[in-house]
């Protein structure tokens, strides 16, 4: 096994541990719906790994790690500690390092679709794109979620709300730009 291999599986072992101490963390809490969030990014990252080994790409570690830490951040300190709830703050800044590390993530995946490397502006304006529409995309679930499933703390209680969660994603998404256009993702395991 590679020394890229045994990172993605020394990671994901240590973020299905943390998951699980998580889930029965909110259960013993007895918020059910919060581990039903916490049960669906787990299996979406668990769905991944397995298209990441069986498909043979490839993930720097680096943004790897970004992406678990950021969906950790949002089962632990967002769902388990509450500040979802109790800080006007905390969810702002997941927004901003969660769409860094998800405009990253996929980065990674897109460019291994190119036969030829790109300019740096290129890159930029890519990222950009690419985080802003999974920044919106996430804004969409969030009203979705809110209108079917009426949860008792809704994702989105204003206007006001969306629309400094979008800025908080276009913030990320220019970082992530910054970055990327910076330093290579694919040559590198930081």
């Known amino acids: 096994m590679n020394n890229n291999k045994e990172k993605m599986l020394r990671i994901t ?5 943390s998951q699980v101490v ?3 963390g909110l259960t013993a809490q007895g918020h059910s719906d919060y581990v039903r969030s916490v049960l669906g990014t787990t299996f979406l990252w668990v769905v991944y ?3 990441e080994a069986r498909c043979r790409l490839y993930m720097n570690n680096y943004v790897r790690g970004l992406v678990v830490i950021s969906i950790l951040c949002d089962g632990f300190f967002g769902y388990y500690l509450n500040l979802y709830a109790t800080s006007s703050v905390f ?18 995946l897109a460019v291994q ?3 030829n490397p790109v300019n740096k502006l290129f890159k930029f304006i890519l990222v950009v794109c690419l985080g802003l529409s999974i920044g919106t995309f996430y804004e969409i679930l969030e009203f979705l979620t809110d209108t079917i499933s009426h949860p008792a703390l809704v994702s989105q209680p204003s206007l006001l709300d969306t ?12 970082f992530a730009g910054i970055h990327a256009s910076a330093r290579s993702f694919m040559d590198q395991d930081f």
């Open 163 to 174: 629309d400094l969660d979008l800025i908080a994603n276009v913030i990320g998404a220019v």
């Open 113 to 115: 679709l190119l036969e």
């Open 49 to 51: 790994t397995f298209f």
């Open 22 to 24: 998580i889930i029965f």
């Open 91 to 108: 969810d702002k800044i997941l927004h901003v390092f969660g769409t860094y590390g998800l405009s990253l993530f996929s980065y990674v």
């Open 13 to 17: 072992v240590l973020f299905l541990i």
